[in-house]
């Protein structure tokens, strides 16, 4: 048989049961112990699933991050994490969220900076190395997994972030070189394969995905290097590449000393070829043939047809497995049970592509009449796809012809605009305002699923989400908020609850994949067209705004994000599907304007995610990203105030393209990274007005006033303070009230107090 090997699966847990625990744990309601027996259950489950392949994977499994897990198994943690004498694991949970179970009420510390994996909805928590850092490996956690899985009666393959990729995603914190620490990080990993190998391990996957981004040739001789000095290991490393091709680092690749190489062929069909003629003899050749980051169901007859001769020729040195970490999808289709008949076939989850990958092996060595009815049944499934009427549709084409029309500048200035806006909000100076949600308690969440559930009538619905936004601005007006929002009660998630007023979209009931730590999402699918049917937030923007003299923000999600946060069709190119969603926002931010609302915030917070990982392709991507923006807003008046907001990106590369935005206010993430981000603002002479998030709502950590106002101290340094705002560094809809109110008092009191400097 051909060997058949995943390269990681979802670690949530079929029903969040690692989520549950976690907060369980941070709470103090369940012991360390309890939350070790949900993680080696989960594992075990995650066994059971791969018996049916050549080789199950460990390594794969975290409880919070798969880079942090690597810090600590190279002993690259600071110290200070480690005091007070508490366990490895609530040191682990201090850099990833500030603060552990063991941490009373006035302990604080510094969250790890986070930030995108690759281009990906997954967080990681970015390692910082500096001139000093030295490695010391500590294996007892993955060694301890490694014996579980092989208990369990599988042939095990660990997976491991490889040497160069994990530098590369560093942070270095006294500007060294981080390629001077190659000669100490290579034997710590020696002699983690030596103990591997001690244990019986005969493989290894070692992963280094940025041999798909554009590496000078210092990064290229370090991984020969490094690859050259582990070869002499007594173990046979796959070096696992994915999430695009590998252009001319493909024959780097092929030439490095390792038994085996993985090729993500979702992205990088064309370059199997050359892969095959570039690899030795000796080497195997494994092929990522399923999409490990989308749902959608493989043409298991097309796919087999182009493996064919691939298989013929290379025989035992075929490997077949998904081509990337199944991470970023749902773990089980077979639980859904509201999906439209027409539609859950076209579908496949984690255990799905897993069973994919088996029937693509079984008809490569067995034959195509040995799986005839499954292939049938497959095939069946991907016609109606390609013809059904839901998802085409000809009007929606036809009001894509006027998209180059709507895709302009604003009709006026910058400048031009910030006067009148100026006059019409009269909005004291370093304004305060919050990104949008506020904390999504029991009581909130119970009203929509009963509703939902149609337990309770529209109107006892609506009565409900009206008193919660009375309470919202009556908070933030005795909080003295100068900007309110109303709150998003209504929300259940900021993509899912426009996608659910959509056409074209459909939505499944667990369909949730990790974001970082405990944070899952559950993205929509869009399948078909995109329109608009009816309003979707006008109602409850209105109502806010007529609770309060002071102005009250739209809230609304951005085309681009409500792309990259969704599982998107992959039968038309992006940008199409980007365009048709820009529309439908359109028509919103006009009603908006329409009833009255004058701040209308945009989030674009997944923009840079979106981002081909080589710089070479960005132009094309964000032409047509900033172009969907503009649409948004095209036509609308200069006294309508537009805000956007974007999430844990690095912005220095893509200012110019947020420039192109204009919009008239954006706020971002920059409390972890201490205003760091603000740089390429400054260095841009960016002419509009910025809002640097001042505390971190991703920690339950709460700032005081003088570290807020220190903060802006420092983005006042790089931006005139009468173009400053003042506001966290994302939405609360995950913090509790007990939490925000102090933050939010420090914040506005922080205002006061740099109001009264200045004047």
């Known amino acids: 048989m051909i060997t058949t090997h995943n390269l990681g699966f979802p670690r949530i847990g079929p029903k969040r049961e690692l989520k549950f625990a976690l907060e369980s744990y941070w709470r103090g309601d369940i012991s360390q112990q309890q939350l070790e027996q949900t993680g080696l259950k989960i594992r075990q489950q995650n066994h059971a699933r791969h018996r049916q392949l050549s080789f199950t994977q460990t390594g794969d499994f975290s409880f919070y991050d798969q880079v942090l897990d690597t810090s600590f198994l190279l002993g690259n943690v600071d110290n200070q994490y480690k005091k007070d004498n508490v366990t490895e ?51 007892t956690r993955l060694l301890k997994q490694v014996e579980e899985a092989q208990l369990a009666g599988n042939q095990v393959k660990p997976v491991l972030i490889g040497p160069l990729t994990y530098l590369w995603l560093s942070k270095t914190t006294d500007n060294s070189n981080k390629l001077n620490l190659v000669d100490r990080i290579i034997p710590v990993y020696a002699q983690l394969l030596q103990l591997l190998a001690e244990k019986g391990i005969t493989w290894v996957q070692i992963d280094e995905p940025i041999l798909v981004t554009e590496l000078t040739d210092e990064w290229k001789h370090a991984l020969q290097k490094t690859y050259h000095s582990l070869k002499a290991s007594n173990i046979q490393i796959l070096l696992a590449t994915y999430f695009g091709q590998l252009r001319e680092n493909l024959q780097l690749a092929c030439e490095l000393p390792v038994a085996g190489i993985h090729v ?151 400048a031009v605009r910030a006067e009148k806006q100026k006059n019409t909000l009269r909005l004291p100076l370093l304004p305060t305002t919050t990104i949008g949600s506020f904390p999504q308690t029991s009581d909130i969440r119970q009203t929509r699923k009963r509703f939902k559930n149609q337990e309770i009538t529209t109107h006892d619905y609506r009565s409900s989400m009206q008193k919660e936004i009375q309470q919202a601005v009556s908070q933030q007006e005795e909080l003295g908020i100068d900007v309110l929002v109303h709150g998003e009660a209504e929300r259940n998630d900021m993509v899912e609850y426009f996608a659910e007023h959509l056409e074209g979209y459909i939505f499944t009931q667990f369909g949730w994949v990790q974001s970082y730590g405990s944070r899952c999402v559950k993205p929509p699918i869009i399948y078909g067209d995109i329109s608009r049917p009816e309003a979707i937030t006008t109602e409850w923007a209105s109502y806010a705004q007529s609770l309060t003299d002071k102005p009250v923000k739209g809230m609304l999600t951005g085309p681009v994000t409500m792309l990259n946060w969704s599982f998107v069709r992959d039968d038309q190119p992006l940008s199409q599907t980007c365009y048709q969603l820009a529309l439908a926002i359109r028509q919103e931010v006009f009603d908006l304007e329409n009833k009255g609302i004058q701040i209308i915030q945009i989030d674009e917070a997944a923009l840079r995610e979106g981002l081909p990982l080589r710089k070479s392709d960005w132009q094309s991507y ?46 971002i993430e920059t409390s972890r990274s201490q205003m760091e981000l603000l740089q390429a603002f400054d260095d841009y002479h960016y002419p509009n007005e910025i809002g640097p998030g001042v505390y971190d709502i991703h920690s339950p950590n709460t700032p005081n006033a003088e570290s807020i106002v220190k903060l802006i101290r420092l983005a006042a340094e790089k931006i005139p303070v009468n173009r400053l705002w003042i506001n966290p560094d994302c939405g609360l809809k995950t913090r509790r009230w007990e939490e925000v109110i102090p933050a939010l008092t420090h914040m506005v009191n922080a205002a006061k107090q740099l109001r009264q400097e200045l004047a």
């Open 89 to 139: 694991l609530d040191s682990y949970f201090r850099i990833a969220r500030g603060r552990s179970s063991c941490d009373d009420s006035c302990a604080c510390f510094r969250a790890g900076e986070m930030t995108k994996w690759f281009d990906t909805n997954y967080h990681y928590i970015v390692p910082e190395v500096s001139a000093n850092t030295h490695f010391t490996l500590s294996p």
């Open 622 to 667: 964000l032409t047509w990203a900033v172009k969907a923006f503009r649409i948004c807003v095209n036509g609308i008046k200069d006294e309508t105030q537009i805000h956007t907001h974007m999430c844990y990106s690095e912005f220095n590369d893509i200012i110019e393209f947020i420039g192109q935005m204009d919009a008239d206010v954006i706020t």
């Open 264 to 414: 993500d062929t979702i992205n990088a069909r064309d370059e199997v070829k050359k892969v095959i003629d570039w690899l030795p003899v000796h080497k195997v050749l494994s092929l990522g043939v399923i999409d490990g980051r989308n749902i959608w169901k493989t043409d298991l007859i097309k796919t087999i047809h182009w493996l064919q001769p691939i298989y013929q020729k290379l025989r035992e040195r075929l490997w077949l497995a998904p081509s990337c970490s199944l991470l970023h999808v749902p773990v089980d289709l077979s639980v859904e049970e509201n999906l439209a008949e027409e539609i859950k076939p076209w579908l496949a989850f984690a255990e799905q592509k897993l069973e994919e990958l088996q029937l693509l092996a079984h008809a490569l060595t067995s034959g195509e009449d040995s799986i005839q009815d499954v292939l049938a049944l497959n095939q069946e499934a991907i016609e109606n796809r390609k013809y059904s009427r839901r998802v085409n549709k000809q009007e929606i084409t036809n009001q894509l012809l006027k998209v180059p029309e709507l895709s302009g500048y604003r009709q006026t200035p910058y």
